[in-house]
């Protein structure tokens, strides 16, 4: 398996402008995780998805950010419109059950100028 | 909620043994994760307590207390690529919702 696919490796947008961050978790996990890593607050969950439902969104900071998970093979997160204290990596992690070791992306590392 | 508490970084010698401290407070405890993040790099599972006890994998081993809600990371015989971030995670109870927390993470440099 190749693991768990994150799109973009790298973004830098101007502030205002539309990001998309896209995942492919591990065939045959159940759960996907969305998380934001910067240096102040360290590894915060945003929002996780059960079989293709979100369960959790108390992360998300606030209406600027959404996520979908149309399918089990494919998840977005979606920032509109993006300001400069976005900038962070952003990875998305896939488990089997909730409380499972989680298999990490290797991340978007988002630049908002 | 959860509190997790886990010093920010440490400087260790190579070959040497280093211990990483990790204590907690939550509401609803399960288990006890440790990752190891490289810079640039995603997070990697290294081991997951549920019992109290120390299980060694290796070079590594980690220890929990539940009682005490305390939970250590050993590093013997450090290598230059042991140098990274270790974070420790709380796992809530199975039922219900609840989320997996991380601390902060310990940055650790290993030295020549």
């Known amino acids: 398996d190749a693991g768990v696919i994150q799109s973009p490796r790298h973004e830098v947008t101007e502030m205002g402008q539309e990001v998309t961050l896209r995942c492919k978790p591990i065939?045959?996990?159940?759960?996907l995780f969305w998380y934001r890593q910067t240096m102040m607050r360290g590894l915060e969950l945003l929002i996780y998805?059960?079989?293709?439902?979100?369960?959790?969104d108390s992360g998300m900071p606030e209406d600027r950010f959404s996520a979908k998970m149309p399918n089990a093979s494919f998840s977005t997160l979606k920032i509109q419109p993006s300001e400069p204290r976005d900038s962070a990596v952003y990875f998305c992690a896939s488990s089997v059950g909730r409380v499972n070791e989680q298999f990490f992306g290797p991340g978007t590392r988002l630049t908002v100028l | 909620g959860q509190n997790i508490d886990q010093p920010t970084e440490m400087t260790a010698t190579e070959g040497a043994i280093v211990q990483i401290n990790c204590t907690y407070q939550?509401?609803?405890?399960?288990?006890l994760f440790w990752y190891q993040q490289h810079a640039g790099e995603a997070p990697t599972f290294l081991s997951y307590?549920?019992?109290?006890g120390l299980e060694e994998k290796g070079r590594f081993s980690s220890f929990l207390s539940r009682s005490k809600g305390y939970s250590y990371l050993l590093l013997k015989e450090l290598q230059m690529k042991d140098s990274a971030s270790y974070l420790c995670?709380?796992?809530?109870?199975?039922?219900?919702?609840?989320?997996?927390?991380f601390g902060i993470g310990t940055k650790l440099q290993v030295i020549p």
């Open positions: 939550t509401s609803g405890f399960n288990g």
């Open positions: 995670a709380v796992a809530p109870r199975s039922g219900g919702y609840q989320k997996v927390t």
């Open positions: 998805f059960n079989n293709n439902v979100p369960i959790d």
């Open positions: 065939s045959g996990h159940d759960y």
């Open positions: 307590n549920v019992l109290d």
